[in-house]
């Protein structure tokens, strides 16, 4: 999927509502529409990378935003210490649905490993 009709990407241009929760100048951070926790937000690059096998080094401060991101949500939402999940799914296979990588991060109840 290119960024011209990447549903994250409009989301990041304003055209498409969401909850947001944060922001900084390379990553947003808004609620998933069909949480699957009691708190569940996804994070996001600004810029259009499809999955991680789209990375490359040149994206290494970028990628590393979306932890900076993480942390500081736990933080701001209380949820650090109690724990949480902050997990990335790569092509269908692992359940990707929206080619825009996203740091889905997960908490507010017991979260099993492995996962499904
Ligand atoms: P994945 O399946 O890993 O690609 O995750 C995509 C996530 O995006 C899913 O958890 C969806 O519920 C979520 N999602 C899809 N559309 C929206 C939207 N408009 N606003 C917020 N979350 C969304």
New binding site residues.
């Given amino acids: 999927m290119s960024a011209d009709n990447c549903?994250f990407c409009k989301?990041v241009a304003g055209d498409?509502p969401?909850d947001i929760v944060y922001e900084s100048d390379t990553a947003l951070a808004?609620?998933?529409?069909?949480p699957?926790a009691p708190t569940?937000v996804?994070i996001i690059p600004r810029e259009h990378i499809s999955t991680i096998n789209d990375i490359d080094p040149g994206h290494e401060a970028l990628v590393g935003s979306l932890y900076t991101a993480a942390r500081e949500i736990a933080a701001a939402e209380g949820f650090a210490d109690e724990g949480y999940r902050a997990v990335m799914?790569c092509n269908e296979g692992a359940?990707?649905?929206?080619f825009h990588i996203?740091l889905?991060v997960l908490a507010g109840r017991p979260l099993a490993w492995p996962p499904g």
Avoid: E, P
């Avoid at 808004?30 to 069909?34: A, S, Y």
């Avoid at 359940?95 to 929206?98: A, D, E, T």
């Fill in positions: 549903l989301i498409i969401a808004f609620r998933d529409i069909n699957q569940h996804l799914n359940g990707q649905s929206v996203h889905h």
